[in-house]
């Protein structure tokens, strides 16, 4: 499940990580009863469309656009969708299956592992409406003391900069984001549209974009030196020309004369984050 402030996508994938049958609705996030109740009527609903009984379900990962414990049962940060301190049992009560809550950025990081195995080390960065980000470190996520690990979307670039989310001004989130690249009302499709037709007000204002993007990469880079994974909704728009100009920024700021390896594009754009909710049931049920 992938629970967003304006709609929700389900999709179910067997053992293989592979979808088996998919479902997205428009409902309005709010923190009431009735709320939970209608999604998990869909999901009841969903589940009898395929024809599956109820065992054969290992369980249902809600992703969140927010911070989750350790335990995967509390949201422990969610201002964007004003859920701080929902519990996991305001779905479990109305489903007879596990059920769990994971960092949407984090998920879409599993994906990616699931699909790249041999992934060792990578920062993982989602950049869709919001920014998110996962560090895989010897093949797993870094979880993080306090749950909040790869909160790389509150680290101020600008001190007088647009107001975050979180409170706080010049946040990356507010440079790096897809909020921050595109017009209200304008879509990912729109933009790239008139972009790759070269015209020149588009071209300047991805310039802007890749040039503040470069310049969050290359902050990080120096922390963690490793691959970096540009994925979320940008992904399927990028291409390599674009990686280019990010390691030509990259390298003008960079004290270290490195060679352009280190950026790549998520090689699973589609409903990563929706299935990586779900694959740790498969991981478990597969280990077990
Ligand atoms: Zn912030």
Redesign the pocket.
């Known amino acids: 499940m992938e629970i967003l402030k304006d709609e929700v996508k389900m999709i179910a994938v067997d053992l293989y990580g592979r979808k088996i049958s998919r479902l997205a609705f428009a409902i309005n996030y709010e923190n009431a009863e009735m709320y939970y109740q209608s999604v998990c009527d869909k999901i009841l609903k969903f589940i009898n469309s395929m024809h599956l009984s109820d065992h054969q379900i290992l369980g249902v990962g809600f992703a969140m656009q927010a911070l989750i414990s350790p335990d995967k049962k509390t949201v422990i940060y969610g201002k964007i969708l004003s859920c701080t301190g929902l519990s996991i049992s305001v779905f479990t009560k109305y489903l007879p299956f596990p059920c769990s809550f994971v960092h949407d950025a984090e998920s879409a990081a599993v994906s990616e592992l699931w699909i790249s195995p041999e992934l060792e080390d990578a920062f993982y960065l989602s950049i869709s409406k919001h920014l998110g980000a996962a560090i895989i470190s010897k093949g797993m996520i870094l979880a993080g003391k306090h749950g909040h690990s790869s909160t790389i ?2 680290i101020n670039m600008q001190s007088d900069g647009a107001l ?3 409170g ?1 001004h010049g ?1 990356m ?1 507010t440079l790096c984001s897809l909020n921050a690249l595109l017009n209200k009302n304008e879509t990912l499709e729109d933009f790239f549209k008139y972009l790759r037709l070269e015209d020149s007000s588009y071209m300047i204002r991805w310039n802007h974009f890749l040039t503040n993007l470069a310049k969050a990469i290359n902050m990080l880079h120096l922390i963690f030196d490793t691959d970096f994974i540009l994925g979320g909704y940008l992904a399927p728009y990028l291409c390599e020309s674009d990686l280019a100009f990010l390691h030509e920024k990259i390298h003008q700021m960079t004290p270290f004369d490195e060679p352009s390896d280190f950026l790549r594009i998520s090689k699973m754009p589609k409903h990563n984050i929706a299935i990586g909710a779900a694959l740790p049931y498969i991981q478990e049920f597969l280990e077990n």
Do not use: L, V
Request: charged share 40%; proline share 0%; glycine share 0%.
């Open positions: 979307e509150h975050c989310y979180c706080k946040c989130e």
